[in-house]
């Protein structure tokens, strides 16, 4: 069975930081491209960041230089590091795993930033 677990989240003051982890299992998880999503209230899901099975990384322009996302084979997690965090950044975060043309998601986690 595939799982893919966020956790990090919560609740946060503009200019903080926080740390998102996706612990997947089910899958072989180095030859997965990793990705973060997220959705904000009444917005459609964007983008924010991939890391390929090569460790090569993209990066949305409206998070590039404040996120960072990395990736540990042994632990088959992705982590999303997101620094200086603006109030637009508020939206539910979800991973997702794709290999072969198959994706799998998680259930994503809050992230709120509001002073």
């Known amino acids: 069975q595939v799982q893919l677990m966020e956790s990090g989240g919560g609740l946060v003051q503009p200019g903080g930081s926080l740390r998102l982890s996706c612990k997947t299992s089910?899958?072989?998880?180095?030859?997965?491209?990793m990705s973060w999503y997220r959705r904000a209230p009444g917005k459609q899901s964007e983008l924010v960041s991939v890391?390929?099975?090569?460790?090569?990384?993209q990066y949305a322009d409206f998070v590039k230089g404040r996120f960072t996302i990395s990736r540990d084979n042994a632990e088959s997690t992705v982590y999303l590091q997101m620094n200086s965090l603006k109030a637009e950044d508020t939206a539910v975060y979800y991973c997702?795993?794709?290999?072969?043309?198959?994706?799998?998601w998680g259930q994503g986690t809050q992230v709120t930033v509001s002073s």
């Open positions: 890391i390929s099975s090569g460790f090569d990384t």
């Open positions: 997702k795993a794709e290999f072969a043309r198959t994706d799998y």
């Open positions: 089910g899958i072989n998880f180095g030859v997965y491209v």
